[in-house]
């Protein structure tokens, strides 16, 4: 019935579910045509018990020498499968689009000698994944880095234009820091939430999710986003006394079993930032500003942030994360037809 455009299914190491990558030139353009298309794809995984996989990469060989890849990201929203959301990032489903994609010849086998450079196609970012094969249908990545082109300055990422900001949520104010980066984040301090510690804040249930969905309602109606899109994304803070941050966020449609590739990136974005929650409990933790680990409930995550400050105020200029595995969970294609 057409051109196959699903290329291959991988999962990278801390993501809540599987990304699966589809050929973009195979796709309409027009975002009508386009969300057919995708609810065409999720009707075929559904069928195939694949239906809890909601990270769509849209994906192809860059179209000049400024890029290996091309690539858009797509949030399937539960339930309707004609439900996306269009406007943020996923770093653990570049991984997964790098890995396929070399698999499937677009690129050659990656190289940790050679960095793959990926086009953000919805916002003009790249990211840069240095990595190589770790044995059979597993990938490990050393660094991945999300580079600013040209150096954005610190004060514009915040949403806001200030580092603290206050919401309302079931008739409590709580201050928050609202920064974008690789995606926009609401970070609330944990003790404001009542978790003072790493194993308070992993071990919270329910309650504690619905108090952070609150949160980033209350955030998003602040920023005058519509209060179903996914974004801003919301994760609490803490610092620990070993010099740690631990961080516990929220993905779709539950916790995030780590922290998203574009949150730790945001993260450090945030930590830069004076002012920020973040940066004041980096300071309170003792830590370098510049280099630091995260602590999740799935593990943890080295962060580095490379700013300038040639210019008042200074300039992100890049954000590198260590360490990620990838398998690959399919053969190639996946016999699903063009909608």
């Known amino acids: 019935m057409g051109t196959q455009m699903i290329v291959g ?3 990278a190491m801390g993501a809540p579910c599987p990304t699966v990558v589809l ?5 309409p353009r027009d975002v009508p045509n386009l969300v057919t298309a995708l609810a065409a794809v999720r009707r075929h995984l559904a069928a195939a018990d694949l239906g809890h996989v909601l990270k769509i990469a849209l994906a192809s060989p860059a179209r000049d020498s400024d890029a290996d890849l091309d690539y858009r990201f797509v949030q399937a929203l539960p339930g309707d499968f004609t439900q996306f959301d269009f406007a943020g990032n996923c770093g653990h489903s570049i991984l997964a689009t790098v890995t396929v994609g070399a698999t499937a010849g677009w690129i050659p086998p990656l190289d940790e ?3 793959v450079r990926v086009r953000l ?3 003009g970012g790249l990211v840069q994944c240095t990595g190589a094969s770790a044995g059979h249908r597993r990938w490990r990545f050393h660094v991945v880095e999300f580079v600013n082109r040209p150096p954005v300055p610190l004060t514009d990422l915040l949403l806001t234009g200030q580092p603290l900001d206050s919401v309302h949520y079931a008739g409590f104010s709580y201050r928050v820091s609202l920064v974008s980066m690789g995606n ?4 609330v301090s944990a003790a404001a939430l009542g978790l003072p510690d790493r194993h308070a804040l992993f071990r919270v249930g329910d309650a504690g999710q619905q108090q952070m969905l609150g949160i980033r309602q209350a955030a998003a109606h602040l920023l005058g986003w519509p209060p179903k899109s996914t974004f801003p994304k919301v994760a609490a803070v803490g610092a620990s006394p070993d010099g740690h941050l631990f961080v516990r966020a929220v993905s779709v449609p539950t916790w995030h079993p780590t922290l998203a590739l574009t949150g730790a990136s945001c993260l450090a974005a945030a930590v830069a930032i004076p002012g920020t929650i973040p940066n004041g409990l980096a300071a309170r933790a003792g830590g370098r500003m510049s280099v630091f680990d995260v602590d999740t409930p799935g593990g943890q995550t080295s962060v580095a942030s490379a700013v300038s400050y040639q210019r008042p105020g200074g300039e992100l200029m890049s954000v590198s994360i260590g360490g ?3 398998r690959l969970l399919s053969g190639l294609p996946l016999a699903a037809p063009s909608a």
């Open 9 to 11: 299914l991988a999962q």
């Open 23 to 27: 050929d973009l030139s195979a796709l």
């Open 184 to 187: 926009p984040y609401v970070f």
């Open 121 to 123: 196609l919805n916002n």
């Open 324 to 326: 990620k595995e990838v």
């Open 113 to 115: 000698r050679r960095p």
